[in-house]
């Protein structure tokens, strides 16, 4: 038998690799372009058209992995609102370059960036991303580091006016302004805080968040004593509260009042720094609810007694009536005139006769209860509503007043001066009347016209039909 041999098969000779150059200069391209932006800068990115990170370098970013943020809106590295509500790096209409910004570190710490970056287009010209470099600044020397913050502060400060700027109401205002420093410092609330009025205690007057009735007194204790300095103090419960005073044109006390959870992380300089800026926010804020409230307060009162004028004492009278009307209960009107008092100002001068009348304002202030109605309707006219009263009530009122009231005067004027006394008119209006207020208020003068006809010093009731 024949014996065959079968050769070996043949093995494939190995193939030489191809080249590209144009591919394998693309491939060094790329590469020396990441080595020059992982030497040259802290960050580098790329966005998407919703602000989404899509590429990031080098691996770790501000202390978090790249890998961690790719498909994450970039807006969570933002610091605050502030930032996104001037310019958002990561989302430019326009290149922009060297803007400062501070981001969120993985250790909850900030770092102050410097940033450019340019949008990205597509074909039809639409912004479909951005791409961007920065660079870590929060290592810089000390100067560096002061600039940093004023920049962040002016940052700050720049929401919080635009936001108060938006608002015309002074609640609104306060409400934007305080909210805006509340977000900013990461605290649990703050407040507007001081008196009123002159010899008021210390209140609040605006207020944002939880707790401000807890830290009110250790705030007001801090506003209480004067100056500027931003102090540090706990509240009885814990919450640490960062108070400053400040001083308002009306020279009443006021001050801001910011504060954290117990426990929190304490106040740092920068802290201090920008609540002492924002409370000059908070100071114009105040001034100018100030201004309004003395500006209604003219427009509403008599100068020379403080009570109110006549046509603010009118408007009233029509709010009260029209809740009277519903309750179906009565009111009365009361026209008091003083009696011999043109013999003040010509003999004693009109400084006296100021006096005179300031003090009998006084006396009818005493007369009535908080919600009743005083007025100066000019010269030495006077009137009073009373607010579900009838004639009988003001009878009583009228005959006290007529009185007590020449013995009060008498006091302010010489012995042998002639005694001063008033003249009282009184007219109800009866519950579900119609009588319309000019026919009241004229019923009301007739009757103390009367009087004065008759003798003065006395009262009369004018009285309808039925009565």
Not at 76 to 86: N, S
Not at 120 to 138: I, K
């Given at each position: 038998m024949s014996e065959m041999l079968l050769d070996p098969p043949a093995t494939a000779s190995p193939q030489k690799a191809t080249h590209d150059p144009v591919r394998d200069a693309l491939m060094e391209s790329r590469q020396r372009w990441q080595h020059l932006v992982s030497l040259a800068t802290d960050l580098a990115f790329?966005?998407?058209?919703?602000?989404?990170?899509?590429?990031?370098?080098?691996?770790?970013?501000?202390?978090?992995?790249?890998?961690?943020?790719?498909?994450?809106?970039?807006?969570?590295?933002?610091?605050?609102?502030?930032?996104?509500?001037?310019?958002?790096?990561?989302?430019?209409?326009?290149?922009?370059?060297h803007h400062r910004a501070w981001l969120c570190c993985a250790d909850g710490r900030q770092a102050l960036l410097t940033l450019?970056?340019?949008?990205?287009?597509?074909?039809?010209?639409?912004?479909?991303?951005?791409?961007?470099?920065?660079?870590?600044?929060?290592?810089?020397?000390?100067?560096?580091?002061?600039?940093?913050g004023r920049l962040r502060r002016g940052q700050v400060l720049h929401y919080i006016l635009m936001q108060v700027k938006r608002e015309t109401e002074v609640d609104a205002m306060m409400d934007a302004g305080l909210g805006a420093l509340v977000h900013a410092l990461g605290?649990?609330?703050?407040?507007?805080?001081?008196?009123?009025?002159?010899?008021?205690?210390?209140?609040?007057?605006?207020?944002?968040?939880?707790?401000?009735?807890?830290?009110?007194?250790?705030?007001?204790?801090?506003?209480?004593?004067?100056?500027?300095?931003?102090?540090?103090?706990?509240?009885?419960?814990?919450?640490?509260?960062?108070?400053?005073?400040?001083?308002?044109?009306s020279d009443l006390p006021a001050g801001l009042a910011v504060w954290r959870a117990a426990g929190s992380c304490p106040w740092d300089q920068e802290d201090i720094a920008l609540a002492g800026a924002a409370v000059c926010i908070v100071r114009m804020v105040l001034e100018h609810e100030a201004l309004q409230r003395e500006m209604t307060?003219?427009?509403?009162?008599?100068?020379?007694?403080?009570?109110?004028?006549?046509?603010?004492?009118?408007?009233?009278?029509?709010?009260?009536?029209?809740?009277?009307?519903?309750?179906?209960?009565?009111?009365?009107?009361?026209?008091?005139?003083?009696d011999a008092f043109k013999l003040v100002n010509d003999r004693l001068g009109h400084g006296v006769g100021d006096e005179v009348l300031v003090q009998l304002a006084e006396v009818l202030r005493k007369l009535v209860r908080p919600f009743d109605l005083v007025t100066r309707l000019g010269g030495d006219e006077f009137a009073v509503w009373l607010s579900g009263a009838d004639?009988?009530?003001?009878?009583?009122?009228?005959?006290?007043?007529?009185?007590?009231?020449?013995?009060?005067?008498?006091?302010?004027?010489?012995?042998?001066?002639?005694?001063?006394?008033?003249?009282?008119?009184?007219?109800?209006?009866?519950?579900?009347?119609?009588?319309?207020?000019?026919?009241?208020?004229?019923?009301?003068?007739?009757?103390?016209?009367?009087?004065?006809?008759?003798?003065?010093?006395?009262?009369?009731?004018?009285?309808?039909?039925?009565?």
């Open positions: 790329e966005t998407d058209a919703q602000g989404r990170f899509v590429f990031l370098a080098p691996d770790t970013v501000l202390g978090w992995p790249s890998s961690s943020l790719i498909g994450q809106s970039a807006e969570r590295l933002i610091d605050d609102d502030a930032t996104v509500a001037t310019i958002n790096p990561f989302r430019p209409l326009v290149e922009i370059r450019s970056a340019v949008p990205l287009y597509d074909a039809a010209g639409q912004v479909v991303g951005a791409r961007g470099v920065g660079v870590d600044m929060t290592d810089a020397d000390v100067g560096s580091m002061q600039i940093a605290a649990e609330g703050a407040a507007a805080i001081g008196a009123v009025c002159e010899g008021s205690e210390i209140g609040l007057l605006h207020e944002c968040g939880a707790g401000a009735a807890d830290v009110l007194q250790v705030a007001s204790n801090v506003v209480a004593s004067g100056g500027s300095k931003a102090s540090c103090v706990t509240a009885p419960d814990g919450r640490s509260v960062l108070a400053i005073g400040c001083d308002i044109r307060l003219q427009a509403r009162t008599d100068p020379l007694t403080g009570l109110l004028n006549r046509r603010a004492f009118l408007e009233e009278m029509r709010r009260q009536i029209a809740r009277l009307d519903r309750q179906a209960e009565p009111g009365t009107l009361m026209f008091v005139d003083m004639h009988m009530t003001a009878a009583e009122r009228a005959d006290y007043l007529c009185k007590t009231a020449p013995q009060e005067l008498q006091a302010l004027l010489p012995e042998a001066f002639p005694k001063l006394g008033v003249s009282v008119g009184i007219a109800t209006r009866r519950a579900g009347s119609h009588e319309s207020i000019e026919e009241l208020t004229r019923r009301a003068d007739m009757a103390m016209y009367d009087v004065k006809r008759s003798g003065r010093r006395h009262w009369r009731v004018s009285l309808l039909e039925g009565d």
